[in-house]
């Protein structure tokens, strides 16, 4: 097995990547500082929300990797609805073996990934695939989780160890909840060049318009990792359920916060 997406492909599933998509899109495009022209190549594209977004600030056709049939159905769906098939090319594939045409490899300004690494028993491979596919001086850009990072205060009764569960959770399906922290070191050993990293703030306190969008993601993201969790006997299903309802009651305290933050780091394809 090559990669074990832990929160599977459900319609409660799709709906959370909607809500992060709300969230950290404007913040993702922003990093990126696209100028326009840009040949892009997404990999590991989900929904393709930020594909479509990639295309429109470049003024060019964003070709999209999904491996997940759901999703590309759902990507497409979305993008009809509004009316913006034509700025993706939405193609299914895997990150560890990219069937790009012969004269696509090597001719990328921009190749990215967001959420991917992480899932990947394997991710240096599909960072060399990425590094291959950019352009000699293409930028290799990287955004992922270091979940370790995530901190509540007031902190709920018993959300610090569901969490450190839902973390093991990853490392027993052969996945790494700490690559963001790897980032650099990806790019380093996988032929790019680091050029840049820094943090994007993926957090909010209560009074926050988004904060409710906040308490719903992080709620979806154990919900959707519940079974593995308690299949690999990582928590009590009785205490998971009562600890996810303190944490409901949590967030309607006037001094909630949620801090965290997403992993950034951009490298420069030499070859």
Known sequence: MNSAYIHGTTPEEQDRLGLMNRILNDRSLAELKLIGGEKILEVGSGLSVFARMM?????????AIERSEEQIEKALALAQAEGEADLIDL???DALALELKS??????????????????????RAVQQMVRAAKPGGRIVLE????????????????????RAYMRSYERIGNDPYTGRRLVELLARN??????????????????????TLVDNLEGVIVSARQTILDQRLFDEDHLEETLRIYRRWSQRPDAAIWYAMCWAEGIASH
């Open 191 to 212: 032929g790019a060049t680091p050029k840049r990293s820094t943090w994007i703030p993926f957090g909010g306190c209560a009074g926050d318009p988004i904060f409710p």
């Open 55 to 63: 295309a429109t600030a470049s003024g060019t056709r964003v070709i």
């Open 91 to 93: 193609r299914e594939g």
């Open 144 to 163: 992922d989780d270091d979940h370790e990072i995530l901190r509540l205060w007031p902190e709920p009764p018993g959300l610090s160890d569901l969490w």
């Open 103 to 124: 004269e696509e490899w090597k001719s990328f300004d921009v190749v990215h990934a967001r959420f991917l690494l992480e899932h990947l028993h394997d991710p240096d």
